[in-house]
């Protein structure tokens, strides 16, 4: 997906600035939180880390292997993010890394009275959830695909913590930082959703119109529908479906067509034409724009490589 990622360009330290080259760490303290930027230039194993706060990771460049609530490891890779709860030991393994092919994190661990704070209000503020009783953090879906909403606010909040120099930095970070526990939640409950949607369609408004979409994806859908298939007035379904997941229903839908898109040119079966068509779309321009915009290169170009 293309965006303005400050993140892929975030420098590099020095060779004479590390002071080791396996998770060389770099902190930057914030009220309410700290910014940590990690630097591995050689292969290792069985790094431990802990931290005594929530933390939340997001991985910049190269590849490790996470193990946590030891469970067998997973690859971690750029543009993912894994939440850790406090005092969680993360073993990690660095089967790449080298002096030219480094990695870099970040670990942003998170007051717990700001976590608190930010989904007591919102909880107190927006009562009416759908999808989950209430707003907050669900560590059963720990390891997230960064949305762009997510790694937006990702961004900007490096740039806090790096660049900015105001009187007003702790201020603007505490609200970034509320921002951002706000697209984390929506993005687990969009990873919960994907993950459940079948099981939770007979008794929940979101579930039903996600199976919905999923199962008539090829067909001309529309808000009325959707709204329709919740059993709830467009205006409402609007607010509450952007509200809990972070987008539009009908962002969704094309989240949806574009993701199925990519399955088919995968199997290289296809003409473009065809893939568009399959996919649900009626105008192969507006296709291949909206794939571009999302994918970063054409369905030609993506069905090559």
Not at 67 to 78: A, Q
Not at 229 to 256: D, I, N, W
Request: proline share 3%; hydrophobic share 35%; aromatic share 10%.
């Amino acid at each position: 997906m293309t965006q303005n990622n400050f993140s892929s360009n975030l420098p590099w330290r020095k060779s004479a600035d590390l002071k080791t080259l396996v998770e060389n760490r770099t902190t930057y303290t914030l009220d309410n939180c700290e910014l940590n930027i990690f630097e591995t230039h050689q292969q290792a194993k069985d790094i431990n880390l802990v931290f005594g706060d929530l933390v939340l990771t997001t991985m910049l460049k190269g590849k490790k292997v996470m193990h946590l609530f030891d469970k067998p490891g997973f690859d971690y890779l750029p543009g993912e993010s894994v939440i850790v709860p406090p005092n969680e030991l993360m073993k990690i393994d660095f089967p790449e890394a080298e002096l030219d092919n480094p990695t870099q994190c970040i670990a942003l661990s998170i007051s717990k009275e700001m976590i608190e704070n930010t989904f007591n209000l919102l909880n107190e503020t927006f009562s009416d959830k759908v999808l989950t009783q209430e707003w907050g953090l669900d560590l059963t879906y720990f390891h997230l695909i960064n949305t762009q909403d997510l790694s937006e606010i990702i961004n900007r909040f490096i740039r806090i913590g790096i660049k900015e120099r105001s009187r007003e930095k702790d201020l603007i970070a505490s609200l970034a930082l509320k921002e951002l526990l706000i697209r984390l939640s929506q993005t687990q409950a969009r990873d919960m959703l994907e993950k459940t949607y079948k099981e939770l369609s007979g008794g929940n408004r979101l579930a039903r119109v996600v199976q919905y979409i999923k199962e008539n994806i090829r067909e001309n859908l529309q808000l009325e529908d959707l709204a329709g298939e919740a059993c709830l007035s467009k205006a409402h379904f609007l607010r509450t479906f952007k509200q809990e997941l972070g987008l539009t229903p009908m962002e969704y839908v094309l989240k949806e067509r574009l993701k199925l898109a990519s399955k088919y040119l995968q199997q290289g079966d296809f003409q473009i034409q065809e893939v568009s068509a399959m996919s649900g779309f009626n105008n192969n321009t507006y296709f291949i724009r909206a794939f571009k915009q999302e994918f970063g290169c054409t369905p030609k170009v993506f069905s090559k490589s």
